[in-house]
């Protein structure tokens, strides 16, 4: 295994190649931001009810109270998903739909609903595809401390052991964790998505009780069936801004503290280098016992959007790496910027630091600016049909280059609530009328369904990457 920085040279020529037999071609969604209905049938509140519900914290408060109303139109959207002609569905669950309290009294109400929709998945030969925890924490564990309470990974184990007792004999891919990442850095050091705190102390404690639920969580789940566990990271790559000295430095801290933090303890079995550099004092946990979190996994699940070019400037908090916003486009929603070439670099950097282990692609797509109702039955949206070609074509060279891709999900499947965003942002490959619930496949998603159809051979060609 190579020790090096996913940073580097642009590529230019693309190779054409098939995708793998059995490559499985799917669509994500998350419970929170398609489901609606958060109380409904016993359910209990999450941390994203409770935040979404406070003044101030989302696009102009809007919540997913109703978001695609998914928990009563699913037999719909899974007719969606066959018209699609999708392989697989990546869905998360609702840890408080089926433990309101987040431990003890199992939800049969809300556990059946995850029961039908895997049935009816399997009913259509769609591979369901498990996210145990995708940010929604039962709000009464934060009322216990949350990520912060060290109990926790006790909870998320039981948690999955349900979970895997009740679905184990129809699903064989289980996710514990989605993007930990953010759930530290959004969630308590900026404070910008649930819980909301923003404490520079919290974060490396939020962190380290993260990973000890994934490693309690993977050990959970096999004991009860799982067949096949892993973990979803987002990688962005950090890129220096010039090849001074100090920029390279603050590639390679950024890189740290983002890409490295959760791989390198949950495969490595220790934390990133940089870190206690980072927080300093707040660093307790460098040298904390890892032995628990760090496992063998069946697959990597990675989500990527975009890269980050980053210069040296001391103020940016809290590595110094200040990303540099020319990169940035503005036709976009997000501001991210359009870069497949990072998602091959991306796969090949994790196949060589971490070995070859089977990696699925398990979020890509983009929001760029769509109509809010469709047009005579169509939704044109050229810019995300480009990104899906772009970015397929960079997975098929990662796989030319070595990397064990056996899968790619678009995200999204629908239109969806995009957390502190609210409904400004669209990801779907489905357009949803938020008024009308009405559903229209846009033309991204008419493409997507010629390029599972084909395998990728459609695609033949492409040197858009
Ligand atoms: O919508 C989110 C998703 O919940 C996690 N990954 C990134 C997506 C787009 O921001």
Redesign the pocket.
């Known amino acids: 295994m190579k020790d090096q920085n996913i940073t580097g040279t642009d590529r230019s020529t693309s190779r054409n190649g098939a995708f793998p037999p059995g490559f499985l071609w799917g669509a994500a969604t ?1 419970a929170y ?1 398609i489901e609606g209905s958060p109380l409904a049938d016993g359910a209990g509140p999450s941390t994203w009810h409770r935040f979404s519900h406070t003044p101030g914290r989302t696009h102009e408060g809007e919540t997913g109270d109703v978001a695609c109303d998914h928990y009563r139109r699913w037999e719909a959207d899974l007719e969606i998903m066959s018209e699609l002609g999708l392989g697989a569905y990546r869905f998360s669950i609702s840890w408080s739909r089926v433990l309101p309290q987040g431990t003890g009294k199992v939800n049969e109400k809300g556990l059946d609903f995850y029961r039908r929709l895997v049935d009816g998945l399997l009913a259509r030969n769609i591979v369901p595809c498990v996210t145990l925890y ?2 929604d924490l039962p709000a009464a564990l934060d009322d216990r401390g949350g990520w912060l309470n060290p109990d926790i990974a006790g909870w998320f184990a039981d948690y999955c052991a349900v979970i895997a007792r009740a679905l184990s004999d129809r699903v064989s891919m289980f996710a514990t964790i ?2 930990p990442w ?1 759930v530290a850095d959004a969630g308590y050091l900026f404070g910008v998505h649930a819980p909301g705190h923003a404490n520079r102390y919290e974060f490396p404690i939020a962190v380290h009780q993260l990973l000890r639920a994934h490693g309690a969580g993977v050990q959970a789940l096999r004991t009860n069936g799982a067949k096949e566990v892993g973990l979803v990271v ?1 990688l962005e790559p950090k890129y220096p801004a010039s090849n001074a000295v100090a920029d390279l430095d603050a590639a390679e801290r950024a890189d740290h503290y983002m890409n490295r933090l959760f791989l390198d303890p949950a495969l490595r079995g220790h934390y990133p280098e940089r870190l206690d550099e980072i927080f300093g004092d707040a660093w307790p946990h460098a040298r904390a016992d890892l032995s628990t979190v760090q496992t063998e996994l069946d697959f990597l699940g990675i ?1 990527y ?1 975009t890269r980050s070019v980053v210069k040296d400037d001391p103020s940016a908090y809290p590595t110094g790496a200040r990303p540099v916003g020319q990169t940035r486009a503005a036709h976009m929603t ?1 501001g991210w910027e359009v870069y497949p070439d990072a998602l091959t670099r991306v796969l090949t950097w994790v196949t060589e630091r971490y070995g070859r282990l089977p990696l699925y692609i398990t ?1 890509n ?1 983009a ?1 760029f600016y769509d109509p809010p109702c469709a047009e005579e039955g169509r939704v044109s949206d050229p810019l995300r049909c480009a990104n899906y070609r772009s970015h397929i074509t960079a997975v098929r060279r990662a796989i030319e280059e070595g990397a064990d891709v056996r899968g790619y999900f678009a ?2 499947l629908l239109d ?1 609530y ?2 502190a ?1 609210g409904y400004s ?1 669209r ?1 779907g490959i489905v357009h949803v009328d938020f008024a009308t619930q009405e559903r229209t496949i846009k033309d991204s998603g008419h493409l997507y369904r010629e390029i599972i159809a084909s395998h990728g051979g459609i695609l033949d060609g492409d040197s858009s990457a």
């Open positions: 998350s931001q995708h940010w989605n993007e953010v987002n989500n959007y997000t979020e797509g929001a995200w999204s969806n995009e957390w965003a942002m990801f």
